[in-house]
């Protein structure tokens, strides 16, 4: 009898150890363990901003896409659209932005400049866009003025000629807490300065 109570106790510790684990918040893996990029769980819509950031200057498709949700869609401009109607803005989601990403990634590696000239990208928040949410539940709506500078991309996202623009990313929270963008929508600088072109005008060239 006192072994089959030992037993029984021994069960119920196991189940309430397996139980338990199920609820406990998961410890995400890192999206590139082989990189050398800054990168920090993304608890918050703000963190997400700065992994992007880092993802896109260290030229990593995994931390890039590790930003965006599965579902993510770009949306871009409707100004862009209808001025660069020639090119496809059309259904783009995740897998098109993935295939960009490392076309774009590729061609700044090409351009053959020294590694710090390659990429730059700044997203910074401003007193004339939204503030940030205090406290966001489940969804959030993150505004940021961007420019970003791509080795070799000449007057659309070059040195010379950085593509500049806002950008509202809707960005969604997961079960774990863990956010992520589910849309990127694009927009021109305000006021807008047509020497400048948006980051959705450079990128599609790379499409």
């Known amino acids: 009898m006192r072994k089959r109570f030992t037993f029984i106790l021994c069960l119920l510790a196991l189940s309430a150890a397996v139980s338990c684990s199920f609820f406990e918040p998961r410890d995400p893996a890192y999206p590139d363990p082989d990189a050398v990029i800054p990168w ?9 901003v700065i992994n992007l950031e880092n993802a896109m200057e260290g030229r990593s498709v995994a931390m890039t896409m590790a930003c965006c949700d599965s579902a993510y869609m770009f949306i871009a401009n409707g100004a862009d659209t209808t001025e660069f109607s020639a090119w496809n803005f059309s259904n783009w989601d995740y ?14 590696q090409a351009s053959l400049l020294p590694e710090d000239s390659l990429f730059s990208v700044t997203m910074n928040t401003s007193s004339t866009l939204p503030a940030d949410p205090v406290y966001p539940a489940d969804s959030a709506d993150i505004w940021r003025d961007y420019e970003i500078i791509v080795a070799g991309g000449g007057d ?52």
């Open 40 to 48: 920090q769980q993304p608890y918050s819509p703000a963190t997400v």
């Open 95 to 108: 897998d098109v932005e993935q295939n960009t990403m490392m076309n774009v990634f590729n061609a700044a």
């Open 156 to 207: 659309y996202c070059g040195w010379e000629n950085p593509a500049k623009g806002q950008v509202m990313f809707f960005m969604v929270e997961d079960d774990f807490g863990l956010w992520s963008i589910e849309r990127w929508y694009d927009y021109r600088s305000n006021p807008h300065m047509p020497e400048f072109y948006t980051w959705g005008a450079a990128k599609v060239r790379y499409r």
